[in-house]
């Protein structure tokens, strides 16, 4: 074996497995495409220590960190392939290297499927947001919405007036008498016509305009998009995959191994609700779990 452990993604939950296995003096090589998740939010809220830091300029530190052990390599490529070989693992990289470890640690991130709605997409991470965790605080007591997409949106709804009046945006979906009566509690305003596009200047959200040329006030725009994995690794694997609330979950167990020895993932692609603070959590469990099976398996 080339290296004690890869690490396939070197976002929050990667960066943070890996630090703690090149501070065991083992091996590790990370596998990066530069494209984290999060890339579209210019502030990270919530990290401890963090709070209102461009989530870039963390990693960028966090890269400079990792590289200071002389066990730890971090390389910019993309993992194509992945397969069990005797003792190990053997990983396929787009340039044609192939690459062997004892452990995989994956943490390759999601992909987030928008709306196909006009002013949408550029908006994303902005005034387009996903978790009021995240981003609820800065947008206090201003008018807010959720964009209906699965049942869940009721859920969310009902947690975004928290921050401020709420409406929920149909976008042409019915609901059920139960569910608007729990939203009519929380002093939601439901909002049934579809929605024809997002209006404000630049990547500022001022309006939502409706199919029957009406428009409604609004300063930031809640949805839960579907996640996709972003790669076909842990399935190449054979690793168990579950359908979460919001897309596929690889499997793991308190460890963060998968269903397949010496398989780990970590982060938003194992693991429901998501947060920058949930995966570094995820990713050093990860990484002194599979030190302590390096030191004991």
């Not at 790669?231 to 919001?246: F, H, K, Y």
Request: glycine share 10%.
């Amino acid at each position: 074996m080339q290296h004690d452990a890869i690490i396939i993604g070197g976002g929050f939950a990667g960066l943070a497995a890996a630090t703690y296995l090149a501070r065991t003096r083992r091996n590790v090589r990370v596998l990066d495409t530069g494209k984290p998740r999060n890339r579209f939010a210019e502030a990270s809220h919530g990290f401890l220590g963090q709070d209102g830091s461009n989530p870039g300029d963390i990693l960028a530190t966090a890269r400079v960190q990792l590289q200071a052990y002389d066990t730890a390599e971090l390389t910019e490529a993309k993992a194509r392939e992945a397969r069990a070989v005797e003792d190990g693992f053997a990983v396929s990289l787009a340039n044609g290297e192939e690459i062997t470890a004892r452990k995989l640690i994956l943490a390759f991130g999601l992909r987030d499927e928008l709306p196909d709605l006009p002013g949408l997409q550029e908006r994303w991470g902005k005034t387009v947001l996903h978790c009021p965790y995240c981003h609820g605080f800065e947008f206090s007591d201003r008018q807010l919405g959720v964009l209906y997409r699965t049942p869940m949106s009721i859920h969310q709804t009902q947690l975004i007036t928290e921050w401020g009046p709420t409406t929920l945006y149909l976008n042409g979906a019915e609901l059920s008498g139960e569910d608007a009566a729990q939203l009519h509690a929380r002093g939601v305003r439901i909002e049934p016509a579809p929605v024809l596009g997002l209006a404000g200047e630049g990547t500022d959200l001022s309006a939502i305009e409706l199919a029957d040329d009406r428009s409604s006030t609004i300063s930031a725009l809640y949805i839960a998009p579907r996640s996709c994995l972003n790669s076909t690794v842990a399935e190449q694997l054979g690793a168990r995959i579950d359908e979460g609330p919001m897309g596929p979950i690889i499997h793991t167990d308190g460890d963060k191994m998968t269903t397949v020895p010496g398989l780990y993932a970590a982060g938003d692609i194992a693991r429901a609700p998501h947060s920058v603070s949930w995966a570094v959590a995820d990713g050093v469990t990860a990484g002194t779990s599979a030190h302590r099976a390096l030191v004991f398996g």
